[in-house]
Every structure is written in C-alpha cells, then in structure tokens.
C-alpha cells in the first residue's frame, strides 16, 4: 500500500465535479478524513463521452477550483475513459482507498479496488450540518427553464374576459421537478417559445421585460389567437403573483409574496394528480357564456386564492380553487369534461379543486394531508 512521508494513508476520489456546490465539499471533507486526497476529474472529452454534452466548467476551471478547496491534497485529470476512466490513475498512484458516495458507488468500481488491492469505501450522502443536500444533477434542474401554474383567474388575461370586469390571475413559478405534460395547463407552449429563445435557461436582466419579450415572440402581428401574458409572466416572474387585469392583454398591476414561510406552506398543501393531456383537437373556446356576473365570480375566486395564500388558510384556498372552477363551468362550458366532472367526485373530501388546463392536464387539489398518488410541486424565489 502507498504511504507518504509520514504514514498517512492515501485516498483516491473520482467524478466530474462540473458545478461545484457544498454537496461535493461536504464528499471531500469526509473522504479526506480516511487520508491524503487526491481527486481524479474527468476530462471535457471524456464527459462528452458519457452525456453527449460538454461540462458548464472547463476541466482547467474544475481543476483549479477542486485544488482551491483545503480538504484536497491535489487533484488530476482522469487519464482512462468511460466510466472507469480514472483506472490508469489508480493502478500507477495505487492509494489505500478508493471512497464513492453512495449514489456513485457500482460493482465495476468495488471490482476494480479488489482486484488492486484498495479497500472500497461507500459513504451516505450527508450535507455540512446547517447547510441543504445539494447534487450536480439537482443543480442543473434548477437551473433549466421553469414551469408556471396558474391556481385561480385563469381567463382573466384575455380582454374579452376582463373587460368585462377587472380582476387578478394567480400564477405561481414553480422549478421543473418533473417534466410536465404538453396540452396541461402548465404553460408549455409558452415554454417552448422560451427555449427558443433563450435555451433551457432563465434569461438575464429584469423578469417582467424578459416576459414581455416572451410574449411578443410568442404572439407576433397577425396571430389569430393571442396567448395570455400570465404564461408568459408566470413563466418569469418568481415566487407567487397576483397579476390585475382590466381590460388589457398586460396586467395594470402585479403583487408578488416570496418569504420563504408562505412558499413552503403552499408547497406543503398543493397537491398534482394527473388526469392526461387535453386531447389534440379538443377547443374549450367553442362554447361561451361570458357574462359580468361569470367573470365577477371568477375575479372573487381568484382574490380568494390570495387571501387564502397569504393567510396560509387551507380552506380558504380550496375554496377559491373549487370557486374558479365553477366560474369556469359557467363562462366556458366545455371546460370541464364530463370525465373530469367524475374525477372531482372521487376527491370531494379535500377542501378544495381545479384543473390545470381545459380539458386535462393535472388535478390540483388543496389538502394539509397526503393525498394519494399526488405529486409536490417546489416553487422558484
């Protein structure tokens, strides 16, 4: 086994440490506390290799910003390839150990320590105490292009709706945990107009230009149908917002609540069950009922959804949604499908309901306990 000078024990590490966060300086600490550590980096063309794309860091950035950290004695470059590109390394260094955190441990890498002689190391993935678990590949989600969903007021946004009578949508940015259905209700249409533009990032600069760019892009001269501006500001704006709509396809006004406490809540009582994308050909415009006394309801329905957000009053918030969903029934018929009507009835025991989107989508349901099969959603601020 290899010894420095003094009797210390050595340690190897390998990965491609691109994003590096407190989660990897939390792995270095620990490993290093088995020795002196040494970390194996993959190289930019081996990380090509494996995911079909380049690092965000270049391998001399993650070299030097791995080397800057105090619990590493030096760091090289993986001289192998594929996902055992660190093997060379380790049979001409030959450490003591060989450390992997759980998620990185595979039978090929214990195999390989065994055959050489270096005891395989598995440990937890464990934060810095005070600090959150953080991982590359949950970095690079958050950093992906957000979704937006829409609680209450949905319509609002179009004049023929609030001309009628003012009144406000709430939107809510919300991180891309899963990929969301096409066709749901979930500002994907918008979204694929975003990633045109900007790729699969937030853009820079001030969010409510950014959207007022989205929705240009999205609903240029001539449009027969003119896409709401809430996707576009929901899609840009973080946190929960309560846009005012009289009359104009852009809000005349725009409160927002980002302290964490009332975001967590509402990420604690929302609920995602979903019911499947609306069909291809299906129109909820067909039909149309738009009166004053609709749209009152549906504007009520959404001032309800904030009082109840901002009072962290789940009743409350359940009762705006299911409140939204009548106002819906009665401005566009064809909203809510017979099949979804039945969907409700199974869930009639939780405070409050509605659709993401007409005619499918994903059943939102306000609830303060498990709801089964319901997905969380976690919101960007």
Known sequence: MNRNGDGEKTVLVSGCFDLLHAGHAAFFKEA??????????????????????????????????????????????????????????????????????????TPEKERLCRENGVEYIVLDRVPEKGLPARSSSGLKMELRLPYRICLAGGWMDQPWVSKLHPGPVIVVQILPTVVFHERSGMGTSSRKVALDLWGDRIPDGDPERNARLLFGAENPPGSQYVSGSQDHLGLLLPGINRLHYDGGYWPARIDSIKDPDSTRWLEGVLHLIPVGSRPQQYDPLLDRNVTVEGVRMLAESAECCWSGIRDRNVVQLGRSLTMNLEAWKRLLPRTVPEEQEEKLRAYARYPGAIFSGSGGGYLILASEEDVPGGMRIRIRV
Not at 64 to 86: E, M, N, Q, T
Not at 89 to 97: A, E, I, M, N, T
Request: aromatic letters at 8%; a positive charge; charged letters at 30%.
């Open 32 to 105: 290093s506390e088995y020795g002196r550590l040494t970390v194996s980096l993959g190289t930019d063309e081996n990380i090509r290799l494996l995911k079909g794309k380049a690092p965000v860091f270049t391998q001399n950035e993650r070299l030097f910003l791995v080397r800057s950290i105090r619990f590493v004695h030096d760091a090289i470059l993986g001289s192998g390839r594929g996902l055992l590109d660190f093997e060379p390394d380790l049979k001409r260094l030959k450490p003591d150990r060989f450390v992997v955190n759980s998620d990185g441990h």
